[in-house]
């Protein structure tokens, strides 16, 4: 018998799991009954495309023994099963670094915590809650020997060889002495009936009973064994919808998306035609915890005539879609496509227009509170497939929203244009990585004087990307307030004119910054801050920033422009300065004050702070 160690990660899961972390336990049940059932998929492929079993009389079924005498309780299926290199990847390991991630999301909220089980793909250690000891023993299809895994939920676990007649799995648990509930006939029905009652397989409900014999005095005590079937063991998304309660897609949901949370919304779809295909789509209330993973795992699982395909192809939706949970149900594909012929799939293809379409439109539909829960919890990647996906850009650009120089909380491009210049059709903003920064930004001056709003994107990772190559909206430009000349009441003869009397200004603080700055000029942009810095739009190197940023790289330093308020008290000052010194060391500092306004770097913060310093002894 071989004794292996678990991995660490899953030693400390367990850890969690045997001191009872969670409130939520009956899951386990939920969970184990998941996986039996998504056994039970993989070998009905097989029996249906793969010429080795397609002479076996099967018929799929999960079994739950109940046995009160000896404290246990046993969930079985006659599934693909697993062999002895399976167990020990899929119980005594977690692929994907996810135990990792699953630890550090824990937040001590017993039904939070318990919500992530599923997510991470841990379901089968929830067992672990309620026992002392788990069996799991095993067959895989195909193979002529079984296999047991054994643990008491500790460091440790044995593989060994055991007999097993038929293919699939087995799952013996002890249970710990204060959760003999669920060997209470009713309590476990419930449970099954609550998660589990649309999983496509019959649930067999195996228990032990009290009948009673003769009469009277007569009267005997009779032990009986009886099974019964506790589910509907129907797909639900087969079913019309007419048919179907509200609670009857959540408790659905709960089981393929592993959550305790009802959805945020859901769409039950089945259209007729050329193409005969059902999908049945959820929007979690909260982003799965890999969402920003690259391994991250797909939520749709794809059928073929109610026949289990796959739960792992990231092709079925756009990727920026990889938060929804869910079934596609096609009519029209063959029963043995392959992973290869399903990502050139032109039916696949349109399944998954018609769909992406579906669901953004069920997400444009979000109104008040689910609306703001969905752009807290999905914004950046709506952002993604603006940038990705330019079928649909513009139902994207109707979802995503932005913070905003005119209110606190966030708003949408059409509430902007509702209350924009109709004339000029221009939407403003500005991108940074500070929210307070922006919203401070001497930028913004010229704006707030003029009363225009401008959208705060401090997203700047994402929003320096994405932002550009929008274009515009419904007609309306986007305009970077960092590159363009704001707002003001002044003619452009009067700007000249300001430009001229200042040029002997302008052209002294070149000198004195040198290559620091591209240019040094007046500006009417600002009204209470004697200087800003801003992009040269016609610099080269500005619109390949975003390509730069795209591609991983860093992104080249683009030469700034230097603009001085001429009204500034500063400003006036320093035209008439005769100390070289001084007057170099007080155009670095409107230079270095200019760009921490931006959230810039000065690029020598020792001298920049000597500076200061030196300016405040002689003001002293």
């Given at each position: 018998m071989?004794?292996?160690q678990f991995?660490t990660e899953?030693?400390?899961?367990?850890k969690?799991m045997?001191?009872s972390l969670y409130?939520n336990?009956e899951i386990?049940?939920?969970?184990l009954v998941?996986?039996?059932?998504d056994?039970l998929?993989k070998?009905?492929?097989?029996?249906?495309t793969d010429?080795?079993f397609?002479?076996?009389a099967?018929?799929?079924?999960?079994?739950?023994k109940?046995?009160k005498?000896d404290?246990s309780?046993t969930i079985?299926?006659n599934?693909i099963?697993?062999?002895?290199?399976d167990?020990m990847d899929?119980l005594?390991?977690?692929?994907k670094?996810?135990?990792?991630?699953?630890?550090?999301?824990?937040?001590g909220?017993a039904k939070?915590?318990?919500n992530l089980?599923?997510?991470f793909g841990?379901g089968?250690?929830?067992?672990?809650?309620v026992?002392?000891k788990?069996d799991?023993?095993?067959k895989k299809?195909g193979e002529?020997q079984a296999?047991?895994?054994?643990?008491?939920?500790t460091?440790?676990?044995?593989v060994k060889?055991v007999?097993?007649?038929?293919h699939?799995t087995?799952?013996y648990?002890?249970?710990?002495?204060?959760?003999?509930?669920?060997?209470?006939?009713?309590r476990?029905?419930?449970?099954v009936?609550k998660?589990s009652n649309?999983?496509?397989?019959?649930i067999?409900?195996n228990y032990?009973?009290?009948?009673?014999?003769?009469?009277?005095e007569?009267?005997k005590?009779?032990k009986?064994?009886?099974?019964?079937?506790?589910?509907?063991a129907?797909a639900l998304?087969t079913?019309?919808k007419s048919?179907l309660?509200k609670?009857?897609?959540?408790?659905?949901?709960k089981t393929?998306?592993?959550?305790?949370?009802?959805?945020?919304?859901?769409l039950?779809n089945k259209?007729?035609?050329a193409?005969?295909?059902?999908t049945l789509?959820?929007?979690?209330?909260?982003?799965?915890?890999d969402?920003?993973r690259a391994d991250?795992?797909?939520?749709?699982?794809?059928?073929v005539?109610?026949?289990?395909?796959?739960?792992?192809?990231k092709e079925?939706?756009?990727p920026?879609?990889r938060?929804?949970?869910?079934i596609?149900?096609?009519e029209?594909?063959?029963?043995n496509?392959s992973?290869?012929?399903?990502?050139?799939n032109?039916?696949l293809?349109?399944?998954k227009?018609?769909?992406?379409?579906k669901i953004?439109q069920?997400?444009k539909k979000l109104?008040?509170?689910?609306?703001?829960?969905f752009?807290?919890?999905?914004?950046?990647?709506?952002?993604e497939?603006?940038y990705?996906?330019y079928?649909?850009?513009e139902l994207?650009?109707d979802i995503v929203?932005y913070?905003?120089?005119?209110?606190e909380?966030?708003?949408g491009?059409?509430e902007?244009?509702?209350r924009?210049?109709s004339?000029?059709?221009?939407?403003y903003y500005?991108?940074?990585e500070?929210?307070?920064?922006?919203?401070n930004?001497?930028l913004?001056?010229a704006y707030?004087?003029?009363?225009?709003?401008?959208?705060?994107?401090?997203d700047?990772?994402?929003?320096?990307?994405?932002?550009?190559?929008?274009g515009s909206?419904?007609e309306?430009?986007?305009k970077?307030?960092t590159?363009?000349?704001?707002p003001?009441?002044?003619?452009e003869e009067?700007?000249?004119?300001?430009?001229?009397e200042?040029?002997?200004l302008?052209?002294?603080?070149k000198?004195?910054?040198g290559?620091?700055?591209?240019?040094?000029?007046?500006?009417?942009?600002?009204?209470t801050s004697?200087?800003?810095v801003?992009?040269?739009?016609?610099?080269?190197m500005?619109?390949?920033?975003?390509?730069?940023?795209?591609?991983?790289?860093?992104v080249?330093?683009t030469?700034?422009?230097l603009?001085?308020?001429?009204?500034?008290e500063?400003i006036?000052?320093?035209?008439?300065?005769e100390?070289?010194?001084?007057?170099?060391?007080?155009s670095?500092?409107?230079?270095?004050?200019?760009?921490?306004?931006?959230?810039?770097e000065p690029?020598?913060k020792?001298a920049?702070?000597s500076?200061?310093?030196?300016?405040?002894t002689?003001?002293?």
């Amino acid at each position: 018998m071989a004794k292996h160690q678990f991995q660490t990660e899953i030693g400390q899961l367990l850890k969690l799991m045997t001191h009872s972390l969670y409130s939520n336990k009956e899951i386990f049940i939920r969970e184990l009954v998941s996986n039996a059932s998504d056994a039970l998929d993989k070998f009905n492929y097989l029996s249906l495309t793969d010429e080795k079993f397609k002479e076996e009389a099967w018929s799929g079924k999960i079994t739950i023994k109940l046995d009160k005498e000896d404290g246990s309780l046993t969930i079985g299926d006659n599934g693909i099963g697993m062999n002895e290199q399976d167990l020990m990847d899929h119980l005594g390991t977690i692929a994907k670094s996810g135990t990792k991630a699953f630890m550090e999301n824990l937040t001590g909220d017993a039904k939070k915590d318990s919500n992530l089980i599923g997510q991470f793909g841990v379901g089968f250690y929830s067992v672990f809650m309620v026992a002392d000891k788990v069996d799991v023993i095993s067959k895989k299809a195909g193979e002529e020997q079984a296999y047991m895994f054994s643990t008491d939920g500790t460091g440790e676990y044995e593989v060994k060889p055991v007999t097993k007649e038929s293919h699939g799995t087995v799952i013996y648990i002890k249970l710990k002495e204060d959760e003999k509930e669920f060997l209470d006939k009713w309590r476990t029905q419930e449970v099954v009936k609550k998660y589990s009652n649309h999983i496509a397989y019959p649930i067999m409900l195996n228990y032990e009973d009290v009948e009673y014999e003769g009469e009277g005095e007569d009267k005997k005590e009779k032990k009986v064994q009886k099974s019964e079937q506790i589910n509907a063991a129907t797909a639900l998304w087969t079913l019309p919808k007419s048919e179907l309660k509200k609670e009857d897609y959540i408790e659905f949901y709960k089981t393929i998306g592993h959550d305790s949370e009802e959805p945020l919304t859901y769409l039950h779809n089945k259209v007729e035609g050329a193409q005969e295909f059902t999908t049945l789509f959820y929007i979690p209330k909260t982003a799965p915890m890999d969402m920003y993973r690259a391994d991250y795992t797909p939520g749709v699982k794809l059928y073929v005539k109610r026949v289990f395909i796959t739960d792992d192809d990231k092709e079925l939706l756009p990727p920026y879609l990889r938060f929804v949970r869910g079934i596609i149900d096609s009519e029209d594909l063959p029963l043995n496509v392959s992973r290869e012929l399903l990502q050139e799939n032109k039916i696949l293809a349109n399944i998954k227009q018609n769909s992406t379409k579906k669901i953004l439109q069920a997400i444009k539909k979000l109104k008040g509170e689910d609306a703001d829960t969905f752009v807290a919890q999905y914004n950046r990647v709506i952002k993604e497939g603006i940038y990705t996906d330019y079928i649909n850009k513009e139902l994207l650009l109707d979802i995503v929203k932005y913070k905003s120089s005119a209110q606190e909380g966030l708003v949408g491009l059409e509430e902007y244009i509702s209350r924009g210049d109709s004339e000029k059709k221009e939407i403003y903003y500005i991108v940074g990585e500070d929210e307070k920064v922006l919203r401070n930004s001497p930028l913004l001056e010229a704006y707030k004087k003029a009363n225009i709003e401008v959208l705060i994107m401090d997203d700047k990772e994402v929003d320096n990307i994405v932002t550009p190559m929008i274009g515009s909206y419904k007609e309306w430009t986007l305009k970077d307030i960092t590159t363009i000349d704001a707002p003001d009441s002044k003619t452009e003869e009067e700007k000249e004119e300001v430009a001229k009397e200042f040029k002997p200004l302008t052209d002294k603080i070149k000198e004195a910054l040198g290559d620091a700055v591209k240019e040094v000029k007046t500006t009417t942009r600002l009204t209470t801050s004697p200087s800003c810095v801003i992009k040269d739009p016609s610099d080269p190197m500005a619109g390949m920033a975003a390509m730069f940023a795209q591609m991983g790289q860093e992104v080249p330093e683009t030469p700034l422009i230097l603009e001085i308020n001429p009204e500034h008290e500063m400003i006036k000052k320093l035209d008439g300065l005769e100390d070289k010194a001084l007057f170099d060391d007080l155009s670095w500092i409107l230079l270095d004050a200019a760009k921490l306004s931006e959230g810039l770097e000065p690029k020598d913060k020792g001298a920049f702070a000597s500076r200061v310093a030196s300016l405040a002894t002689k003001a002293i």
